[in-house]
């Protein structure tokens, strides 16, 4: 089965400032895909950004960036210039390929504290 | 957004009773998946389905049961409640050609006694 390790439970960062979370995964197949989401205190579920693993190009999206390391099965996330508002748990996850339902195996999370 | 909604939003029920939770779709994609959350756990699946009628198992199907008469509608259903069930129950849909874009619903929180 696959499994997403997330080895920080909490980081902190101070305003615009930049932070990267860590998170590793196992699989077999060759042909998957990774995301990290967001949950803000209101608890709805957010996509920050997401990773085909058969793209070498690391995905970017405004201040979100990832660093994704496929021989070493890791996937970190960065965040630049960090704001309050990305105070929030984030949370790394991972899914196979498409033409079926995508089941979601997500890491235990990471609790991001961003302070004045 | 995506149109989802989940209710009841809250509940606070007994061991040992049935409780069935609801995630309502506007948007007509096929795929429809339950998971839940814990502490020390992040999210994990119960269960999902792939169409009306067609359901299967996750992770943590365990005391768990679903169904899905119609396109817009999937039911979880505890048979008989344990607290072991207390958690944030989130609804998830996806459409058919886009089935990696997961878009959740707000939760429902579950307080087994």
């Known amino acids: 089965a696959q499994t997403v390790t997330q080895s920080q439970p909490e980081m902190s960062v101070q305003e615009a400032e930049t932070v990267t979370l860590s998170c590793t995964y196992d699989t077999s197949e060759s042909d998957y895909y990774l995301f990290w989401y967001k949950q803000p205190p209101s608890r709805q579920m957010i996509l920050v950004i997401r990773?085909?693993?058969?793209?070498?190009q690391n995905a970017t999206e405004n201040r979100f960036s990832v660093n994704f390391q496929k021989a070493a099965k890791s996937f970190s996330l960065k965040i630049s210039d960090s704001q309050l508002g990305d105070a929030a748990m984030y949370f790394c996850?991972?899914?196979?390929?498409?033409?079926?339902?995508?089941?979601?195996?997500f890491g235990t999370g990471t609790r991001l504290q961003v302070t004045l | 957004d995506a149109g989802i909604t989940q209710s009841p939003r809250h509940k606070v029920t007994e061991t040992g009773t049935p409780v069935t939770l609801r995630c309502h779709q506007t948007e007509n994609h096929r795929y429809m998946y339950w998971y839940r959350q814990d502490p020390g756990h992040g999210l994990r699946l119960i269960h999902y389905s792939y169409g009306v009628k067609d359901t299967d198992k996750g992770e943590v199907s365990d005391g768990y049961s679903v169904s899905r008469s119609k396109t817009e509608d999937f039911l979880l259903t505890l048979e008989s409640a344990t607290s072991s069930q207390t958690s944030v129950y989130f609804c998830?849909?996806?459409?058919?050609?886009?089935?990696?874009?997961?878009?959740f619903g707000p939760g429902t929180r579950l307080t087994v006694l």
């Open positions: 990773q085909e693993a058969y793209k070498q």
């Open positions: 996850a991972y899914s196979e390929g498409t033409g079926t339902a995508s089941k979601l195996t």
């Open positions: 998830a849909i996806s459409e058919s050609g886009r089935e990696i874009e997961q878009f």
